[in-house]
């Protein structure tokens, strides 16, 4: 894609955005053919926005490609939340182990160690709301939706337990409640094992161009796969020792 092709895509996607709307597709010729190409119209979006970057959720692509989506400061909510069901219309809700940044990690070429990197975090439970600028999330293609900052409508940010840093995170017994009648109930379920690996590759994809700052945050991929949220409805998902968090959609 040429610059031009890559600024007309991104207007679509900010315009679609700014108005709470959405488009159908991108139009021919405009459609990225390969992650970079998503991840660059995504840099683009975001631009556009003028929206602070609060966080990212990630993800790594089976042939090793760290991609990522960018969630904005607007739509980071606070443990219990409760959203107005139109807001975010898809209403995809994610249990996911999230980490935050408890110090700066400064730009460097060197590649930071898995030790490193563990001290600069601290996990914590959340829900990912999963939303799209595209009318019809399942009949968008994959590369569309990571130019659409990975379909990220928001997030839910729930409080760590005490002591959830000796926690095995790939062992993390996780349930998910909707109404008081249980939906999930499971030892692990990240498709990667250890949710902080995706987070890891994330984190050294970036970490020449990017200082992560203390305060922002990576979610890093679902425990509990997605469920279409109801209007009027109470979910709740709780990682065993980590945490609980919590999303009602008005």
């Known amino acids: 894609m040429n610059s031009e092709e890559v600024g007309r895509a991104a207007s679509l996607l900010a315009d679609a955005d700014r108005a709470h709307g959405h488009i159908a597709a991108l139009p021919d010729g405009l459609h990225p053919g390969s992650p970079g190409e998503a991840m660059t119209i995504q840099a683009h979006v975001v631009a556009l926005s003028g ?24 739509d980071v909510l606070a443990s219990p939340a409760k959203l ?8 995809g ?52 939706r990571l130019a659409d900052r990975m379909s990220n409508g928001g997030i839910v940010i729930g409080a760590a337990e005490a002591g959830a840093d000796k926690l095995d995170l790939s062992q993390l017994q996780v349930t998910l409640v909707c ?3 249980t939906l999930l109930d499971q030892v692990g379920g990240h498709s990667r094992g250890d949710p902080l ?24 991929g679902t425990l509990t796969g997605m469920i279409q949220g109801t209007p009027g409805q109470r979910y709740v998902v709780t990682f065993d020792g980590l945490g609980s968090v919590e999303l009602t959609f008005g």
């Open 197 to 220: 690996l995706p987070a890891i590759e994330f984190i050294r994809a970036r970490q020449e161009q990017v200082t992560f700052r203390a305060g922002q945050f990576i979610t890093a």
């Open 51 to 74: 929206e602070t970057v609060a966080g990212w959720k990630v993800a790594t692509t089976p042939d090793g490609v760290s991609t990522w989506g960018a969630i904005y400061g607007r």
């Open 93 to 144: 809700v994610e249990g996911e182990v999230a980490f935050r940044f408890v110090h700066d990690l400064p730009a460097r070429p060197a590649a930071y160690s898995r030790q490193e990197i563990e001290a600069a975090l601290t996990a914590f439970p959340a829900i990912e709301i999963v939303d799209s600028r595209f009318e019809s999330y399942a009949e968008t293609p994959a590369p569309d």
């Open 84 to 91: 107005e069901a139109g807001r975010m219309p898809m209403r």
């Open 179 to 181: 109404d008081g009648k």
